[in-house]
Every structure is written in C-alpha cells, then in structure tokens.
C-alpha cells in the first residue's frame, strides 16, 4: 500500500496590532491577551485535532494570523513540543512562522528559531514609505529591513511578501522596486496583486471614490513583468503567486494545493481530515467558548463527496505550474476519471496556449494564469 503524504498542520493566531485596511483575514485586534489561557487552549484543540489523526507522520507546521510572530515564543515552543508527541516528524519537517516587521517582534525571530521554527514568511508587504502608509502597515522600510536581515541571521529559509498592481504604481516603479527585493538574496517570494475584498476598509474607500485600483491589463501588464523578471532571477512562479528558487518552494502550502491532508487548529482554522473538511469558530471568544465546551474548537465537520473532493482537487492544483494527474486524482478523491473535465474545453484551450498536457498531467500555461478563473469555470466537470 502506498503511504499516505505528509501530514501538514496549521495553527491559526488571530491577534494582530491593528487591522490593514486591504486584509479579509481571521485577525482580531484586541486590549489584552491571556496568553497562559491561549496556550492551553490551542494545546487542547491541537491535542484533539491529533487525536482523529493517529500515526501520521508531520511534513510541515505553519505558524498563520493574524500576527503570530505576536506569539509568546513559549507558546511556540510548547505547540511545537506537544505536535512531535502527536506526530512522526519528517526529518526536514517545515516549521514556518508568519511574521511583520516591526522592531518588537524582529527582536522574538531567534527567540522562535530557538523554539523550532527554521522559516520565517516577513510580510514587507511594499518597498516604499507611501506606500506602507496606504496599505496601512505599522512598518517604514527602514524597519522592514532591519527585520529581513534578522530574520536571515536567525533562519536559513526565509521568504518575503510583497503587494503590487497598488494605485498608480507603474511598470518602472514595480520593475525597481521587484528587483531591489530580489537582491536581498531569499529563495522564495510570495507576490500578490492588491484586490479589492468584500468587507475590508479598502472596498469601503473605493466605493466611496478615495482611489481607483489599478486597471486590469495594467495589472495584467505587471504580472507579466513579474513573471519575466522572477525567472530571468532563478525564482520563477512555481504556483500563480509564488515564487523560489528550485527547492525551496513552501512544503506546506504545496500541502494544500496537491490536496493533502491538514490538521487546521486556533480560530478560524480550516482543515481536511481524511475527506472530512473542518471548520472552527471565527471570532476568538467563540472560538474559546466552544473549547472549553466540547474540548475542541470546532463550527463544522463535513463529509466530502467524491465529487465535491475532485473539484476542489482541480481548482487548487491548476493553480501549481506542475499543474497535477488527472488518473491519480481520480484515484485520491473516488470521483470518476472521464467526469473530471470537459475533454472538449480542455483541447479548445490547448489550442489557443491556454493549458498543456502531458499525458495525463493537465497544467495552466503562463498565459493562461491571467485568467485562470475562467480556465476553471469551463473545464471543470465535476
């Protein structure tokens, strides 16, 4: 019998400062934290999570938010002890931990080292002072820097996140600004498109007329650029926005995208548990209230249909440049093979450079990843 993939577990802290006015996360901003009662009960959701998955072994923890390099690195420590009692370590286990850059928390990076964690994501977010202030982050470059080079002193792998597509930015603008953070050395870099969500303060501004988002084939002019100079740079796009250096690509967010098994814990987390999605409360207190009345934090647990799980499979793999195996697919998820896809649209769409196809292994072209969403809507069957 084939083994099953690493596991990967998420662990969700969902404290930050304040909250940036582009973010659709779980983040809550709160007077004052117990952290003795935090810990304890994100050991106690963690200790029920493991309990439905015996003997597996852990390919990857990530620490997400909110903020939680806001984290006590204590609480760090005791969550990643308490996960090598549940779980088999794999021997290059991924221990990351989501960070921002300001001076407190860059001065916590060799303390979470200490406790486990060996890569750190640092949301620089932007190279520019004006544009931190729009996009509301409590950081100059000044001191996103300082944070990037403790961060690289303290950790081998360290990746940076960085928003473009901002208003007015032009393709001279983001050309500079991708190619001072390229030569800051780290192999992995998550580039995202500034979008417009629904209920954050940015849809708010736009709808009341404080700025206009970027075109859209300005933007698609700058992912284009993007791709271009990533690659020329050895860290081409391995997923729609993700780039690095050839191994080194995020083990856990591969984890989800070729739709493995993980153990979501903390408010808000999702998780998928042997074709069961999972789900816990949102709001902290809901979150700690369930806890402390059932011993977990859970909203929702559902059983997923093959094709509900074959779906899913699809929209998340043809997001990797690897793309994924139709058959093998089939064979995860118990969806019927010929029911995955439109053999039609999928050949339409070869044809016009959109998807390529080895075999049974199906992958979005670059030029198709502009419009992926409507690569989707027409392909998938399921």
């Given amino acids: 019998m084939v083994p099953a993939p690493p596991l ?104 979470a080292a200490a406790a486990g964690v060996n890569r750190l994501s640092l949301g620089l977010q932007a190279l520019d002072d004006a544009a931190l202030r729009f996009l509301g982050r409590a950081h100059d470059v000044r001191e996103g820097l300082a944070a990037l080079d403790a961060a690289q002193h303290c950790v081998d792998r360290v990746s940076i996140d960085l928003i473009y597509a901002r208003p007015g930015q032009s393709l001279t603008a983001w050309e500079d600004e991708l190619r001072r953070a390229l030569a800051f050395g780290t192999d992995h870099l998550s ?48 997923e729609i926005s993700n780039h690095a250096a050839p191994g080194q690509e995020s083990r856990h967010n591969l984890a989800y995208w070729r739709y493995a098994d993980y153990a979501g814990v903390g408010p808000g987390a999702h998780g998928r548990r042997s074709g069961i999605a999972t789900v816990r409360h949102k709001k902290p207190e809901n979150w700690l209230t369930a806890l402390a009345r059932n011993g977990h934090g859970l909203s929702e647990e559902r059983d997923l249909a093959p094709a509900e799980r074959a779906g899913e499979a699809l929209m998340m793999g043809l997001r990797l440049t690897e793309g994924l195996d139709l058959t093998d697919l089939a064979a995860r998820t118990g ?17 016009g450079g959109l998807l390529r196809r080895a075999g049974e292994r199906l992958a979005v072209t670059p030029a198709g990843m502009l419009l992926l969403d409507g690569i989707l809507a027409e392909i998938v069957a399921i």
């Fill in 8 to 111: 990967a577990l998420y662990i969700h802290w969902p404290f930050c400062v304040a909250k940036c006015p582009y973010c659709d996360f779980n983040s809550h901003v709160r007077a004052t934290v117990d952290q003795d009662a935090w810990r304890r009960a994100l050991l106690a959701d963690l200790a029920y999570e493991a309990s439905l998955l015996p003997g597996r072994v852990l390919g990857s923890i990530f620490f997400g938010g909110g903020t939680p390099s806001l984290m006590p690195p204590a609480t760090i420590a005791a969550l990643i002890d308490a996960a090598a009692g549940h779980w088999t370590f794999a021997p290059d286990i991924e221990i990351s931990m989501e960070a921002n850059p300001n001076s407190a928390e860059a001065a916590r990076f060799a303390q």
């Fill in 191 to 238: 580039l995202y498109q500034l979008t417009i969500e629904p209920g954050t303060r940015f849809e708010t501004d736009v709808r009341r007329g404080n700025f206009t988002p970027a075109d859209p084939d300005h933007a698609a002019d700058l992912y284009e650029l993007t791709q271009a100079i990533t690659l020329a740079a050895r860290r081409p796009a391995y």
């Fill in 335 to 351: 969806a019927p093979r010929d029911a995955l896809v439109d053999d039609a649209a999928v050949a339409r769409l070869i044809a």
